[in-house]
């Protein structure tokens, strides 16, 4: 089993739809939990940074993290075609194992 | 399978001093590889692009003498961190990517520290 997992997509909403993105991982240590945006031929760009468990809302995008279930979520509302991108999501355990997923490939259609 | 790995994982280092970063693709060739740099909280920075056999591609502002990129075969690529001093410390990531796909997979990242 992969330290995390993440659906690579592609997957294709009608703008102004609510996009969930998911990842699943199997290191219990993990803390620190990121999602990260990434245009083609770009640098992943941070959007939201949470530690341990609970909720995030930053504009129109919402980050969950359970730590029960090993999951975490990040929900963007009214999507937006500049929201196409690729969605990484990423986790740290104090600096000491730091595993990006493989990314979810988002379209969003004007 | 698209597992990156990154060497060493850590390493602390006097100013002055050159250290070598490794990076890897395990199971699948990288013709394409990528380094980024990341401060804590922030963004991950493209730094460079590398293809393999030929010369990386520098982002505007990365100093070239500086981070010397050698991409010398299909699974393998380096960033040399030349004459090292306090402000490169930096968390530094590679990713590959294989043939025409813009699928990047990330290394575990190396954890620079210069006294």
């Known amino acids: 089993q992969k330290e995390v997992e993440q659906d690579p997509g592609p997957l294709s909403v009608p703008e102004g739809a609510i996009v969930s993105l998911n990842c699943t991982y199997s290191?219990?240590?993990?803390?620190?939990f990121m999602w990260y945006r990434q245009y083609s031929r770009k640098g992943p760009e941070l959007l939201m940074y949470?530690?341990?468990?609970g909720n995030k809302e930053d504009g129109r995008f919402t980050a969950q993290v359970d730590k029960s279930s090993k999951y975490i979520s990040l929900f963007i509302r009214d999507s937006q075609p500049s929201d196409s991108a690729t969605y990484l999501c990423?986790?740290?355990?104090?600096?000491?194992?730091?595993?990006f997923g493989p990314g979810t490939r988002l379209s969003v259609l004007p | 399978g698209a597992v990156v790995s990154q060497h060493p994982s850590r390493v602390i280092c006097k100013s002055g001093t050159s250290v070598k970063i490794e990076c890897r693709s395990l199971?699948?060739?990288?013709?394409?590889m990528f380094w980024y740099r990341q401060f804590p909280k922030q963004s991950l920075m493209l730094m460079a692009t590398?293809?393999?056999?030929?010369?990386?591609?520098?982002e505007q502002g990365v100093e070239k003498d500086k981070f010397l990129i050698n991409h010398a075969s299909l699974t393998l690529s380096t960033l040399t961190v030349t004459s090292a001093h306090p402000e490169d410390s930096s968390f530094y990531i590679c990713?590959?990517?294989?043939?025409?796909?813009?699928?990047?997979?990330f290394g575990p990242g190396t954890r620079l520290t210069v006294l």
């Open positions: 590398s293809n393999e056999g030929s010369k990386a591609t520098y």
């Open positions: 290191n219990s240590a993990f803390q620190y």
């Open positions: 199971d699948f060739q990288a013709t394409t």
């Open positions: 949470t530690y341990s468990s």
């Open positions: 990423a986790m740290d355990n104090y600096g000491q194992n730091f595993v």
């Open positions: 990713s590959a990517a294989s043939g025409g796909t813009d699928t990047q997979y």
